[in-house]
């Protein structure tokens, strides 16, 4: 492996790798004995705001034995229109890898191939493959497995989320029910390419969640559609709330990649009964990400 772009470009045996080795750093947290960024500086482009993401590269680097140096578009001359080619060549000969958050996914897949160091997508509006994996570690801890499990997305069906999780469903083989509005679900393109019949569609969130084993939700305006007050008006019956609930499997338990709307995607009362789960899940990327370092550093 020599970056981590996509979901969509990984196989099983990559994600099951990835998640073993996350779940041995995890085990072996303040005592690790390979440092594998020792003497390395990994720099952090970012164009959108994080805060789960950003500290735990920064932390996840370090306990690496690398140094991590966060850039936002602000602090460099991308910000001012210097092409992102220029910026990765530039970079690949100072750094030894990067670990991009920023809109296009072309973005990314340029920068890894003219700085020829090892990049991470940190999110786009394509895919956000580090936190799948984050969550994928959650539901082995609290499920054992995927396997013959059912799991659902209540929100909006073609964001990078969805897409991300969709294409771990293909890899993996697990039972994905999507509920989003008719105006926010995956094209038929998309569904053509992914070619994954485990993966239903369904504009009915009751369908998706009955006899769910997992149900994961998202903001219903990814970052760069805030205001779009039409495309929020169309979720209004796609809250994780208790009621939708009802349906699903005895011992669920619910995902949020936060940052989390109360009263939006989901109500406060569902949060809290599962934030044990969602807080989990959010340190869970830490360890998912250090594996993913530890995967990539040379
Ligand atoms: N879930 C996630 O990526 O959170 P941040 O936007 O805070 O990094
Ligand atoms: N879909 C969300 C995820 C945030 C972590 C967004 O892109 O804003």
Redesign the pocket.
Known sequence: MKHLLSIEELSAAAIVELLDSAAALKASRGRHEALPLQGQTWALIFT???????VSFEVGIRELGGAPMFLSKNDIQLGRGEPIIDTARVLGRMVHGAIIRTFAQQDVVDFARHSGIPTINA?TDDE?PC?ILADLLTVREKLGTWEGRKIAWVGDGFSNMTISWMWAAKHLGFELAVACPPDYAPPADFLEKLAAPQVSITHDPAVAVKGADVINTDVWLSMGQEGQAEKEAAFGPYQVNAGLLSGASTGHIVLH???AYRGKEITEEVLEAHADTIFQE?EN?LHAQKAILAALAR
């Open positions: 959108k705001s994080s805060t789960r993401t950003r999110l956000h936190q990649c936060l940052p959010a990327r």
